[in-house]
DNA sequence: CATTAATAGTTGCACTCGCAACTAAGTCAA
DNA sequence: TTGACTTAGTTGCGAGTGCAACTATTAATG
């Protein structure tokens, strides 16, 4: 009747370790392609993306979508409008928000991005074979969906 | 003969994306738990998790083991030094070297952490099916391994 | 040996993040 | 319409991070 060794314990079998480990070896190459041809931060690719996939929208929009809180969208979008990639009107139907939309020049470089990101998820699934990249797909949107868990409440 | 349209770019269905949302979810609540019951950084946890489970060596082990950041360890280990946790003395072979080792009051906190560390793991596997989970963990561990394939080369 | 290169670890700096506090605008109800 | 409450977005601040530069020591090479 023993208890588990405490000492037992394996970062290496630490599932959120194995998925930040994964997450990053997969981020580092892409973020670099991103970082130096833009000089974009991953938020600033993140709202990018989402403006380019989904076209006018607001940051609190943003922020429901893609989970990123709104300080760093706030952020982001500065940088992004600073650099010419997007522009803000006032919402007519709102005054406290703005309507986010890419400029040419934002859109211009989200589909460069988009084909270079496309390109390397390709190359990713085919290492680990695609079929199985599905089932990953699953799994990490289970993961996602489940979300907080709320702690162990010990 | 259409070129794939580059606004079909999708985030969610991005690989690096996915995982980090994944990573993030279920870091997210253990974090919680060691920075409230400790004050600890993730990069402090991780170093404390390492020694504890391979007992005395040096920082560049630390790196070389987990792949985090010297700089990241460096700061990492004062941090623990000053709350006790662990000490350093000067390695006898190498003079640039120093041997860390968790002192009694590092190897009770994680203890603790790790009890509650493989509680979590284990809720988790529960929720996506224990099965499931082994799978995860070898094509996390494929994707850890096979690294960074080396940017696009465009 | 003497020099040059490599390595262990630390530090400075610029930047991003997370959180709380804040402004401005909209909502709801008495 | 006034007052309490919620919401969109911004800002200040403390803290963590990445990168490059640096010290001290060890290894390698002529």
Redesign the interface.
Known sequence: MDM?D??????E???????????E??????H??YKASYGMTRTQW?VL??L??FGSMTARDICTI??IEKTKVSRAVSALEAEGLLTRSPSPQDRRAEILALTDQGRVI????????????Q???A??GPE??A???D??????A???????E?
């Not at 070896?25 to 892409?30: L, Q, V, Y």
């Not at 989200?110 to 998820?121: H, P």
């Not at 799994?139 to 996602?144: T, V």
């Open positions: 588990p405490t000492t037992d314990f394996d970062l079998r630490f599932l959120p370790y194995l998925l930040n480990q994964a997450a070896a997969t981020s580092r190459s892409f670099a392609t993140r993306a989402n380019g996939k893609s989970h989200f589909a460069d991005l988009g084909q270079r990101a496309i390109a390397y998820d190359a990713l699934r290492q680990i199985i990249a089932q990953l797909d799994l990490l949107r289970r993961i996602i489940e979300g907080e868990l709320g702690p162990p010990d």
